[in-house]
């Protein structure tokens, strides 16, 4: 029988839906900006920094007395503070990585109405949002989470002794905590300015701003010493991520402000970017 003649057909066979659709997404994102040598170089400097740790670990574990003579009381204790520091030292490479991967991901879009086209496949808007977030989580977990993740193994390496694994078992917990929550803010932040904007740059320099650095942390930091008030420093995203992984840590804390002030503040920073993405994500635009 002719192919015209046959008529509709229903499908028979079993229809199944890929549970990770938002990974080609992020694959692709990630393997478009890989290959540049300025992302090459960023991460190749993102892992100076902990190299240098990993020296250091290796004299505060091995020879005390030596880094003992040479640093004073610095060389004398090794603990969660010290891997704490490792990651608080990544935060300019943070900056760098967001700005750099962050700024065009769905403005580009945008602009050449790459929306329709994804879209037009079985994918929704929270697919949408995970697979650009997963490009942006990819190389924070490069630079951030994986250097520290390997220092906190050669620290075992190297001192193989339930002391030492008693001071520092819960790192690998708090570490991982802490990345998902600098992955939910730094990335959602940025994409919704993205999914705002047009121009890289504009959105850059607006990241910065809000994430709390540059001329907006001084403002943040007068504020707060005109007023005598603490609660001022909650306006920064940087201040609150760095007050809520202290905690995170066992580290002290801002004694004027509680580490869970600072979660609730990121946490409703998080829940207003998702909103604004899913406002500005859609299938198709109406243009007048």
């Not at 004398?76 to 700024?103: M, R």
């Not at 570490?175 to 992955?183: D, E, R």
Request: glycine content about 10%.
């Amino acid at each position: 029988m002719p192919i015209h003649d046959q008529g509709y057909r229903h499908w028979d066979g079993e229809i199944r839906q890929h549970p990770l659709r938002w990974w080609p997404i992020a694959q692709r994102g990630v393997m478009a900006v890989l290959p540049q040598r300025k992302v090459i170089l960023l991460i190749v400097l993102a892992w100076l920094g902990p190299l240098v740790k990993g020296v250091t670990l290796y004299g505060k574990l091995r020879a005390t007395d030596l880094l003992t003579q040479v640093l004073g009381d610095k060389g004398a204790e090794v603990g969660a503070k010290f891997f704490w520091g490792a990651i608080d030292q990544q935060g300019f490479i943070v900056l760098l990585f967001v700005v750099l991967v962050g700024s065009n991901l769905i403005a580009a879009d945008r602009r050449f109405k790459a929306l329709q086209l994804y879209f037009s496949k079985p994918l929704t808007p929270l697919d949408y949002i995970l697979g650009k977030l997963g490009i942006v989580g990819t190389f924070l977990v490069l630079t951030v989470w994986m250097p520290v993740m390997l220092l906190w193994i050669f620290g075992l390496m190297i001192e193989p002794t339930a002391e030492f694994f008693g001071a520092v078992w819960f790192v690998p917990f708090s570490l991982t905590l802490y990345t998902l929550l600098l992955i939910a803010v730094a990335g959602l932040l940025i994409l919704a300015l993205s999914a705002v904007g047009q121009k890289g740059v504009f959105i850059a320099g607006a990241w910065i701003i809000l994430f709390g650095y540059g001329p907006f942390q001084l403002v943040i930091l007068l504020l707060r010493e005109l007023s005598g008030q603490a609660f001022w420093s909650l306006l920064s995203v940087e201040r609150d991520l760095e007050h809520v992984g202290a905690w995170f840590f066992g580290n002290a804390t801002d004694p004027e402000l509680h580490p869970v002030a600072s979660l609730a503040v990121l946490l409703v920073v998080v829940a207003a970017c998702y909103a604004v993405l899913r406002r500005r994500i859609r299938p198709v635009e109406v243009v007048l």
